[in-house]
């Protein structure tokens, strides 16, 4: 792929508000459950993380026309204030599980408008057929910094305070800014930023298109999908620390999380060898592999877990850039940021739920028999792709047209 500086410029941004990203993710779980020692508490700060993305399609029409490095500045600089805030009501032994349900979901909004912006801006500093390799060095990027940082959570925590680590994270955000300051592209849609004001009457406007693309077209199906999906992967991010706290260990946590991270990034590694493949078999044979994975791996000791755990991670990490490229694809660019959030919150909308259920039924059952529950899920989705004519005979990513999505 050719050099693209401003890719790179959104690329190594991203890096690092990933990094922050996750390590703010894996304290703010970790610290939850170790001041109350209760699960639900650790599933309402999971479903207070992920509900913020179920109300994104709210902010489609507004990144579809206003200037997207702005977005990413003022992203960063918000989170980067919140992040601090944290830091120094620990610093000051202010802390505690009631700020934590007021400045958690905050930032968890703020970081929101961040991942339409990028999909958005994407294809605007790409070409067409760079669209797959773009988004899976992206993928690979961000999975590789969760592999790290996840790997080595588990050590920081041990080694150092929870303040030193909070301040150190915010470190991150500032470059993050820096970095997404440099960015410098021109506009290849219609929308003139500058002069084309959003009113209200627009806005609406705007978004009921947005929904209409998505109703009469498959991308409906695709949110149906990734809702179960997303409902057992909220289930899974509330047992991994309650799992973890089995062993009192904080490098188990850091395994789990990094072993999913590997498998994420396995998988958008070699996304670009698949592209060719039909769409409809390389989703349903890939949700069945996830299923059998996690369906097994609670009946294995801890290492054989981390790894068939991590295995189970492969198929969605390879799924995300394949179908994220097809949308890009395919959908139109002008309609891209709200028809790309509508599908993002509706499919996460269920995570929530997910997170919290999964706090109340360790209280009843083994957090192994939730993990196999959670793979269940998996099962279902494969079944609906083979079920579902026209999923199951979508052509691949190359060929994919907007008739074969019935976009009008």
Known sequence: MKINTAFYYLLSGRVLANIGDSLYYILTMWLVYDITQDAFYTGIINALIITPKIIQFLYGPIIDRINLKKVLLYNQSIQFVLILLIAVSKYYDQLNIYLLFIVVPIASLVSEFGYPAQTRLIPEVLDKDNLVKGNSMMATANQGVDVIFNSISGILISFFSITALYFSNTLFFLFAFLLFSRIKYHSKTQITVKNDKLTVKEYLKLMKEGFILVRKSLIWVLILGSATVNFAIGL?????????????????????????????????????????????????????????????????????????????????????????????????????????????????????????????????????????????????ISFLWILHKDLRTLPSQTNLTYTDMKIT
């Not at 498998?263 to 670009?272: C, E, K, P, R, V």
């Not at 990490?317 to 994220?324: E, K, P, R, T």
């Open 236 to 380: 899974v991010y509330t047992l991994l620390p309650i799992y973890a706290h089995q062993y009192h260990n904080p490098k188990i946590y850091g395994y789990l999380l990094a072993s999913m991270s590997c498998g994420l990034i396995i998988g958008a590694i070699f996304s670009n060898y698949f592209k060719k493949y039909r769409l409809g078999p390389l989703c349903y044979t890939s949700f069945f592999a996830s299923f059998l994975l996690w369906c097994l791996a609670p009946f294995f000791n801890i290492y054989i877990f981390i790894m068939l755990f991590s295995l189970g991670w492969v198929s969605i990490g390879l799924l995300n850039v394949v179908l994220a490229s097809a949308s890009q694809q395919v959908i139109p660019r002008d309609k891209l940021a709200r028809v790309d959030s509508i599908k993002y919150s509706l499919g996460v909308i269920t995570m929530p739920l997910g997170g919290i259920i999964g706090g109340i039924i360790t209280k009843y059952i083994s957090v192994e028999f939730s993990f196999i529950l959670a793979s269940i899920f998996f099962l279902l």
